[in-house]
């Protein structure tokens, strides 16, 4: 069952544009969403989070935006940069326990 | 290095042969969790520990998946009699109990295949 889905496998931008990646989940129960990045050969490691009870939050140049009403976040990285290329993964959990993550969608920024 | 540590990195096994993977969280964290990533997917929850104690699986953990960790610090995960569908990625994850972001440390990873 795909409670979190990324319905873009891969996206490109120009270096200093700004990139949207998009996530959609179907479980309301779920109150934590992160986003998670990824270098090839690495673990997942964390980027930015947002509490259920937010609509938004913004760590640099990084912004998670969430609309609980459509069931969908975002993440904007801008200005993008060529080091930003990597797959990013949505998540989401209900009480922090069982995480459920999306396929993830391969960025890539172009110099 | 303090991260979560994961031996070995690669695993080459034959059908039917058993393999154990080893996980090292971060030493503070009480939460340790498995999970499995094959290609193009996201990783996918196997089960997760609360110190010792096994809280959760999930139903991909047959009979053949057994997970222990009997100190409440490193954790184990062996598949018995190996499958080529167990080829993947297992990545072990650790947490503390309460977390203000909802954040997994993962470990690199280890990769199982099976000819």
């Known amino acids: 069952d795909q409670q979190v889905k990324q319905n873009s496998p891969s996206l490109s931008v120009q270096e200093g544009r700004i990139s949207i990646l998009n996530c959609d989940y179907t479980n309301s129960m779920f109150d934590y969403f992160l986003w998670y990045k990824k270098y090839p050969a690495e673990g997942p490691t964390f980027l930015i989070s947002?509490?259920?009870?937010?609509d938004k939050n913004e760590d640099g140049r990084f912004t998670v935006f969430l609309n609980k009403s459509a069931k969908h976040l975002s993440l904007h990285i801008v200005p993008s940069q060529p080091g930003d290329s990597a797959v990013y993964f949505c998540?989401?959990?209900?009480?922090?326990?069982?995480?459920?993550f999306g396929a993830g969608t391969r960025l890539t920024v172009k110099p | 290095d303090t991260g979560v540590s994961q031996n070995p990195r690669h695993k080459i096994t034959k059908r039917g042969q058993n393999v154990t993977f080893r996980c090292d969280p971060i030493s503070e964290h009480n939460r340790l969790y498995w999970y499995r990533q094959t290609l193009g997917q996201g990783p996918e929850f196997l089960t997760y520990f609360q110190n010792e104690a096994q809280l959760e699986k999930s139903r991909l953990l047959s009979d053949r998946f057994s997970a222990e960790r009997p100190k409440g610090s490193f954790s184990t995960l062996e598949i018995q009699r190996t499958e080529q569908g167990d080829s993947a990625m297992y990545l072990c994850?650790?947490?503390?109990?309460?977390?203000?972001?909802?954040?997994?440390?993962f470990g690199e990873g280890s990769r199982l295949t099976v000819l």
């Open positions: 998540a989401a959990s209900a009480g922090n326990n069982d995480m459920r």
């Open positions: 947002i509490s259920s009870i937010k």
């Open positions: 994850a650790s947490s503390p109990t309460a977390s203000n972001t909802g954040e997994l440390f």
